[in-house]
């Protein structure tokens, strides 16, 4: 056997024996009969960058409207004008930004804008605030509502 061969068999035991007994430890841990039970509605939730209540609420909240872009890892959700059919002289789009992974009203920022036709040119307008927190309230309290649906569930 070449002294490189040898080397390398050596330096390797080390990191054998290291993963054999970190292995072991974790194991070890997993045989206690009071393991901590896993809380899949956690108000943190990270396995899309943000809390993922947040995000699908926001989702449904907007599902009427065409998305331009909707990036989980950033929590950002843009919208492109919509027009009510009732309303066709008047246009919406709407930004959703996810500002942490907790489940928590400050984590939450609606943007709206706001156009109207005038002389086959759109212009815009200003939106009433309360029309952004609705929005956001109507987001809010459906996030809760997925929140407490994956408790009972």
Do not use: H
Request: proline share 4%.
């Amino acid at each position: 056997m070449s002294q490189l061969s040898v080397l390398a068999q050596r330096g390797r035991r080390p990191v054998v024996f290291t993963l054999l007994g970190l292995a072991a430890l974790g194991l070890s841990a997993c045989a206690g009969k009071d393991r901590p039970r896993a809380d899949l509605a956690a108000s943190q939730v990270t396995t899309i960058g943000v809390n993922s209540y947040l995000w699908r609420a926001s989702l449904d909240a907007l599902s009427f409207m065409p998305l331009l872009q909707a990036d989980s890892s950033g929590g950002v959700i843009i919208t492109d004008w919509y027009a009510n059919p009732g309303n066709p002289g008047e246009r919406m789009k709407v930004t959703v930004s996810i500002l942490d992974r907790d489940l928590r009203a400050d984590a939450l920022r609606v943007v709206a804008s706001r156009q109207v036709a005038q002389g086959g040119a759109w212009v815009d307008a200003p939106v009433q605030a309360a029309t952004v927190q609705k929005l956001e309230e109507i987001i809010l309290t459906r996030a809760r509502d997925l929140r407490r649906s994956a408790i009972e569930g």
